[in-house]
C-alpha cells in the first residue's frame, strides 16, 4: 500500500500558487518524499525530493514539516501546463532496493 | 539528465497473440527497473521488479507467466504480455535506477506504451 494520502483534486488560478498538501505519518528517520507528476497519457516526471529540509529547483518548492509527517508541493506562479497528476511517494525497501508505490494522487487544474 | 526510454509507444495487437515492449536507459546502467500499469483514471499499479542477470520479483495478484520479465543487460528489460487478450489493454510504464547514483536519489520514467488487444 502506498504511504502517502493526498486530496484527489484540487483547482489554481493561472498565476498564483498551487500548493499541494500530503500526509506521510508512516515516514521513517531516512526516508525521502518524492514528488512526480503525470501529464495526461504520458510517464511521470520527476519534480523534486526531500529528506528534512526545505528544497527548491527551477520548478518547484518542497516544504517538510518538523516532525516530517506531511509535506506541501509548491508552484509559484501556477501555468495552464501545470495541469496535471501530482504523486507524492514514499518508498518502500525491497529486497534491497527501493520501489514506488503509487497513491491516487492529486489531479491539479489550473484555471485560466 | 538519465532518460529512459520506452518502445513501442502504441501497439495494437489481436487476442491471443503476444506483445513485447522494451525499456532501456540510455545514458545510464540500471540493475534494476520498475514496470507499472495503469488503467483509464486511475493510478499507476506496480506489477514487477526487474532485477539485472536474476529472476523479476511480481508483485501479489500479477501473473508471471501471463507478464514475462527479462532484464538480461544492464540498459534493457523488457516486459512480453502473453496470449493477450482485452482486459490486458492499459497504458505500460517502466522506470529505471541510476545504478551509480547515490541513495535517495529519483527514479526516471519512460514515457509508455499503450497496449489496445483486439
Known amino acids: 500500500d502506498a504511504k502517502t494520502t493526498q486530496p484527489p483534486s484540487m483547482d489554481c488560478a493561472e498565476g498564483r500558487a498551487a500548493n499541494l498538501p500530503c500526509n506521510h505519518s508512516?515516514?521513517?528517520?531516512?526516508?525521502?518524499v518524492y514528488w512526480y507528476r503525470q501529464i495526461h497519457s504520458q510517464g511521470p516526471q520527476y519534480i523534486i525530493h526531500g529528506l528534512k529540509n526545505n528544497e527548491t529547483n527551477e520548478m518547484a518548492s518542497l516544504i517538510i514539516t518538523e516532525d516530517r509527517k506531511s509535506s506541501t508541493l509548491i508552484l509559484p506562479h501556477a501555468t495552464l501546463r501545470d495541469t496535471a497528476v501530482y504523486y507524492c511517494?514514499?518508498?518502500?525497501?525491497?529486497?534491497?532496493?527501493?520501489?514506488?508505490?503509487f497513491g491516487t494522487g492529486t489531479r491539479l487544474k489550473v484555471l485560466a | 539528465g538519465a532518460v529512459v526510454s520506452q518502445h513501442p509507444s502504441r501497439v495494437i495487437c489481436k487476442s491471443g497473440t503476444s506483445v513485447k515492449i522494451e525499456c532501456r536507459s540510455l545514458d545510464f546502467q540500471a540493475t534494476t527497473m520498475f514496470w507499472y500499469r495503469q488503467f483509464p483514471k486511475q493510478s499507476l499499479m506496480l506489477m514487477a521488479t526487474s532485477n539485472e542477470g536474476s529472476k523479476a520479483t511480481y508483485e501479489q495478484g500479477v501473473e508471471k507467466d501471463k507478464f514475462l520479465i527479462n532484464h538480461a543487460s544492464l540498459t534493457l528489460s523488457t516486459l512480453t504480455v502473453t496470449s493477450a487478450h482485452p482486459e490486458d489493454s492499459s497504458f505500460y510504464i517502466c522506470s529505471a535506477r541510476d545504478s551509480a547514483t547515490v541513495h535517495g536519489y529519483g527514479y526516471t520514467f519512460g514515457s509508455g506504451t499503450r497496449l489496445t488487444v483486439v
Open positions: 508512516t515516514i521513517s528517520g531516512n526516508e525521502y
Open positions: 511517494i514514499v518508498r518502500v525497501a525491497t529486497s534491497g532496493t527501493y520501489k514506488y508505490i
